[in-house]
């Protein structure tokens, strides 16, 4: 199993930036693809971005696509989501998740972090 906490999330006005971390600890990291999802009250989990064990392949949706950039750092456990020039349609809980074997391009991971709170402002 792997336990992840994310955090970094806030306020922030549009056009801002924010940057998510998302720190795992249990198995070993590298062997989890990752992935970041985004759910708003009331609606379905939307997959966000997602990057490989590697970390040499990553993956967008495209809302969110040259904006957001996802990253991991194999050797301090940890998954990074740069958020830029975020839009008030951002708002969203985000949650950091973790998927065995291969990268998840939707909203259905093995592990999931208990979330934070994206807020961008008009």
């Known amino acids: 199993q792997v336990q992840l906490v994310e955090s970094g999330g806030g306020l922030v006005q549009a056009g801002g930036s924010l940057r998510l971390s998302c720190a795992a600890s249990?198995?070993?990291?590298?062997?989890?693809?990752m992935g970041w999802v985004r759910q708003v009250l009331g609606k379905e989990r939307e997959f966000v971005a997602a990057i490989s064990r590697s970390g040499l392949s990553t993956y967008y949706a495209d809302s969110v696509k040259g904006r957001f950039t996802i990253s991991r750092d194999n050797a301090q456990n940890t998954v990074y989501l740069q958020m830029n020039n975020l839009k008030p349609e951002d708002t969203a809980v985000y949650y950091c998740?973790?998927?065995?074997?291969?990268?998840?391009?939707?909203?259905?991971?093995?592990?999931w972090g208990q979330g934070t709170q994206v807020t961008v402002s008009s």
């Open positions: 998740a973790a998927a065995a074997g291969g990268v998840r391009l939707g909203a259905e991971y093995d592990y």
């Open positions: 249990g198995r070993p990291f590298s062997s989890y693809a």
